[in-house]
């Protein structure tokens, strides 16, 4: 599969992920491609969401939108998808509603209300109930012609049991906490299954041509340390303990795996030996005081308060320094990102003299 494609061009991503000198740091942001562009809205149409997931042409338009754009001023692409594509491979509804955020018609309600037992009794084939991610993920590596490396991801099993028996977004998590604190066992049995799905799953998406893999942990923040050593770190680890094996048994390389936790800060030392090569972090952390912790284990992704675009350019250029200073200049061990996900109503421009910022505070 991975002859088919043209050689990278930039690899910067994958070196700086691997822990190697690179000549600058590498800058992507999550959430690039997205509600915030003109042409995201102009390509998506009145299309479903969901629709444009599972169209690999849109899927790759969508993706490619962003490095068309920032041409020659970021290092990466990330496949235009969503995290609960796993919930719906599971068997469960989930709708997109405009300017509302996803809807799940029937969230789990309790280990005994039938919906629970489904979803646990289902064998879920990843292969082919996932297949259209995977021909996305092909088609945009044909498509972008080595220029970037390409990004797969998934949802990581706490944030994706969340969504589950919320059934959407959620304020106060009263269903999460039902779960874990009523049902831990339970609980746990499902967020193993997730686990085993997201294993598959990555495995596939590198099969298909993804360099890089990524889970994101959104509402790793929700919980306590403690239940986040119960919750969340184990099924971290074994996604990164797991994924390495079962591509070697596809015959296929090892690539960089990130993991992202957001609002974790207080179990950063743990994420920096929770087997990922990079861990992402969100705005709440210092830049130098996660260099001081990380102490050279991992590449540091992030971590610039997205909220700071909407300052304008005096309080980007405050905030590159800032980061720049506390990274060292990214010589090693530093991806630039954002601490989260770029916001709907931040001006492309603004996003784009972030970009160059970072390109002009870290040339030597
Ligand atoms: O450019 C990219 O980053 C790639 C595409 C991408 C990714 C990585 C999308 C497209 N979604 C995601 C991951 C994702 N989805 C996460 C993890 C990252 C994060 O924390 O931001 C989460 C929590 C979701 C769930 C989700 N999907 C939400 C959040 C709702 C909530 O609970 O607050 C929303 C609004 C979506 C819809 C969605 N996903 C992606 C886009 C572009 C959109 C907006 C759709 C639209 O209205 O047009």
Redesign the pocket.
């Known amino acids: 599969m991975q002859e088919q494609f043209e050689p990278l061009k930039n690899d910067l991503l994958l070196r700086a992920a691997r822990g190697e000198k690179v000549e600058r740091p590498p800058i992507w ?7 915030y562009l003109p042409e ?2 102009e390509a ?1 149409g009145n299309r479903d ?1 969901f629709e ?2 599972r169209t690999p042409e849109i899927a790759s338009t ?2 490619i939108q ?1 490095i068309d754009r920032y041409e020659g001023l970021i290092d990466a ?8 594509v796993i919930p719906q491979a599971m068997g469960m509804k989930v709708e ?1 509603v ?5 809807h799940f018609p029937e969230p789990l309600q309790s280990p005994t209300d039938g919906q629970y037992e489904k979803v646990m009794a289902k064998e879920v084939d990843v292969k082919a109930e996932l297949d259209y991610v995977y021909k996305a993920i092909s088609l945009t590596r044909f498509k972008l012609k080595g220029r970037v490396p390409l ?1 797969g ?1 998934c ?1 990581a099993p706490w ?1 994706l049991l ?2 589950m028996v ?1 059934g ?3 304020k106060f998590f009263v269903q999460s906490k039902k779960w874990i604190y009523k049902y831990p066992t339970e609980s746990q049995a499902l967020l193993q299954k997730i686990a085993e799905i997201c294993v598959e799953y990555l495995a596939l998406q590198v099969a298909a041509g993804a360099q890089l893999v ?1 889970v ?1 942990d ?2 790793a923040g929700e919980l306590s340390p403690s239940s986040f050593a119960s919750f969340s770190l184990p099924y971290l680890r074994h996604i990164s303990a797991n994924l390495p094996k079962r591509l070697k048994e596809m015959g296929l390389e090892p690539v960089p795996m990130t993991v ?1 936790a ?1 609002g974790a800060w207080y179990a950063l030392d743990d994420l920096c030996q929770s087997g990922y090569n990079v861990v992402g972090l969100d705005w709440l952390h210092d830049p130098a005081e996660a260099m001081r912790i990380a102490n050279g284990r991992v590449t540091i992704q992030g971590n610039a308060d997205p909220g700071m675009l909407y300052g304008g350019r005096p309080a980007i250029t405050a905030t590159v320094e800032h980061m720049v200073q506390g990274f060292q200049k990214g010589k090693q061990g530093w991806i630039t990102n954002l601490g ?3 916001t ?1 109503f931040v001006d492309p421009e603004h996003l784009k003299f972030f970009f160059e910022e970072i390109h002009r505070l870290t040339a030597s």
């Open positions: 942001v999550m959430r690039q491609a997205g509600r995201y809205h998506k969401f444009c997931c969508l993706t962003p692409a990330i496949i235009f998808s969503d995290i609960l997109m405009d300017k509302k955020g996803p990004i991801f949802g944030t969340c969504y919320e959407g977004g959620s990524q994101f959104s509402w992202f957001k989260h996900g770029v709907p």
